[in-house]
């Protein structure tokens, strides 16, 4: 191979590089993650209206009105979205830790804001004595099996759930990451989802 072979060869690999590197900085899943806390903070928002009583159609526009009652009767939408972009944090996270630091950082997110909830209820129940917890009940609270085993006094669904894709998440990430048929096989484990979300489809607990 010439010099001026050799040059040009060296300028096509820098301007495929270039393209590469542009791709990686500008691809959907960088901005999505990019923007995660404030596309959360959106989605949150978004299901805090839908749970409120708070009425936006008091436009003279019958079509913004219905627009606005559209949007706020889809709502819960805004749990799949913190949930989507949950993962994307799931996935940054384990692609840096091991599993070990992955499961250690994730209980410190959840553990301060969960304490916090069962002193606050225990707070309360101090001044009101009708309410009460059990040691079952405690046990099932702390260990977020309380409310797949349907204990009262167990807090928020969410939680659960998400503390449910915690737990799992390291084995797909796992088999993905060793396999070599990526695409193949993350169809694969999306159809297993959905199968999955059949099977279970009238048992409301494993639903959400």
Wanted: overall charge positive; hydrophobic content about 45%; aromatic content about 20%.
């Amino acid at each position: 191979m010439t010099a001026a072979q050799e040059k040009k060869m060296e300028k096509k690999r820098r301007i495929l590089e270039s393209a590469y590197q542009l791709f990686q900085k500008n691809n959907v899943y960088n901005t999505f993650s990019r923007y995660r806390s404030q596309l959360m903070g959106l989605a949150i928002l978004w299901v805090v209206w839908y749970h409120s009583t708070f009425d936006l159609s008091v436009f003279h526009s019958n079509i913004v009105n219905a627009a606005f009652i559209y949007l706020k009767g889809i709502g819960y939408s805004g749990v799949d979205i913190f949930l989507f972009l949950s993962g994307i944090g799931i996935y940054n996270s384990l692609d840096r830790n091991n599993v070990s630091t992955y499961f250690l950082n994730r209980l410190k997110r959840l553990l301060p804001t969960w304490v916090t909830c069962f002193l606050l209820f225990n707070l309360i129940r101090y001044f009101n004595t009708t309410l009460s917890l059990t040691f079952q009940e405690i046990i099932g609270y702390f260990s977020f099996t309380g409310f797949w085993l349907s204990l009262p006094h167990q807090g928020n669904w969410y939680v659960y759930g998400i503390f449910l894709f915690y737990l799992v998440s390291p084995i797909p990430y796992d088999v993905l990451k060793h396999t070599r048929h990526k695409v193949l096989t993350s169809v694969l484990l999306i159809i297993i989802g959905i199968l999955t979300s059949f099977v279970f489809f009238d048992n409301f607990k494993l639903l959400v």
